[in-house]
């Protein structure tokens, strides 16, 4: 009898130990696929190497980029920590956008933008600005650019 207690608590506390793992790993596998990677590219339209500006969102960082500042003393890099609730928000944000939307038809003095989530292009245009997108993706848009210290300025290349 005490033996067959014995065998019946290790059997127990196996499947306590067994049944808490598992959730463990669920619950960081839910975490990890929550964490989107975002590239986001401003650049003059037919020039898609020419970067002006980027917004990359990695993991749990921000980080800006003005690559040609206009003044001397613009920032051309900005790097931060996004909060819990702005990771939540940006993942809200990227949920919501349910295709892709691409036109790269070539305008000149035009600014183009390409929006890339977990290595798949969601938005590419030739011919951007902040109003155009569609409300998904500019509500995404206008979110990452304003968690930024440095300002993104398309301005006329005539």
Known sequence: MKNNCIILLLFYSLC????????????????????????????????IDDVRYSISVISDSLIVKNYFPININDKREYAAQLSNNQINKIDTLVSAIKMQYRNTDIFEDTWGITLIINNQVIYEVGDFSFELPPNEVKNLINYLVSLSAIKIELYGFS
């Open 16 to 47: 306590l130990t067994s049944c808490h793992s598992q959730e463990k790993r669920n619950e960081m596998s839910k975490s990890e696929n929550q964490k989107n990677s975002i590239s986001l590219k401003f650049y003059p339209t037919g020039v």
